[in-house]
């Protein structure tokens, strides 16, 4: 734990990697006979909404959420591990806390339009709002794509229909090179630039997603999260593992088990920037 920014950096590897804008290609070929491609077509649209909404009404679904996680990280043969806490009010607030050898290193608040970290191991701290972050990751994360990352919920403020839909027997596949957020959620024009590149895995039984990967097709950038271990909490399965691979300068892997899942308890989140903290600007 060397500094501030590589905490950052860690954990927006960790949840803030999965989304990336790039332009869109075409990909439907015109067929010869329009009315057989239009009756394909809307058979396939007919059977992705129906897939969509059963993973709609199989989301996670909770007011209050706290975890206890430990996390496996490796890039260029070097590996690390860490563990934490992550504490969620829907929509509202999600609170981590990062610790090595029980010790915590960084805190962080994140709400609907800011983020704060404070690094305890160098008496130092970090705010700032979304569009920073995004520009520093170079990405176009919001708070709702990452509080459904963290849970392994779809983002429910997304078009629905935009997804050509297969079956391979055991698991249905998903895949757009367009999505775009719904007009009514938004808020400024960053929100336009918003297109998520998806393939989503979802399992035949249950409707949880199994495996989403994105590509930020400019930059070959590649990003898989694997979703397992499921459990029931409270009538409801939760994927205990997250494997998240990343392919971007270098190849990243980072593993998280998360463990003392507890919903619907009333919360508290503590956070406070001593006086005495020097505020840094990553460059």
């Not at 918003?194 to 495996?211: M, P, R």
């Amino acid at each position: 734990m060397n500094n501030l920014k590589y905490f950052i950096l860690l954990f927006c590897l960790i949840l803030f990697s999965l989304i990336t804008s790039c332009k869109t290609q075409k990909t439907l070929s015109a067929a010869s006979n329009q009315s057989i491609t239009d009756s394909v077509q809307t058979k396939s649209a007919i059977f992705s909404d129906s897939i969509t909404y059963k993973m709609s009404e199989n989301q996670f679904n909770f007011e209050w959420l706290s975890i206890k996680f430990s996390a496996e990280y490796e890039a260029d043969n070097n590996n690390t591990s860490f563990s934490g806490q992550i504490r969620i009010r829907k929509d509202s607030i999600i609170w981590v806390s990062i610790s090595k050898f029980s010790i915590e290193g960084v805190r962080m608040l994140i709400t609907q339009d800011s983020i704060y970290v404070v690094n305890r191991m160098e008496d130092s701290y970090f705010k700032s709002d979304f569009n920073y972050i995004n520009r520093f990751i170079n990405s176009t994360v919001d708070f709702d794509m990452l509080q459904a990352f963290i849970v392994g919920n779809d983002f429910k403020y997304y078009e629905k229909d935009k997804f050509k839909t297969s079956y391979d027997g055991e698991n249905f596949h998903l895949s757009t090179v367009n999505r775009h957020k719904l007009k009514k959620y938004i808020k400024n024009e960053n929100d336009k630039l918003k297109i998520l590149v998806q393939n989503i895995e979802v399992d035949a039984n249950n409707y949880k997603i199994k495996n989403l990967n994105v590509k930020e097709v400019k930059e070959n950038n590649k990003l898989k999260i694997s979703y397992s271990d499921f459990e029931n909490i409270n009538s409801q399965l939760f994927p205990k593992l997250l494997n998240i691979k990343i392919s971007s300068e270098k190849e990243i892997e980072i593993k998280l088990e998360y463990s003392r899942i507890i919903i619907n308890e009333e919360l508290n989140f503590p956070f406070k920037i001593p006086e005495n903290y020097e505020r840094i600007i990553p460059k």
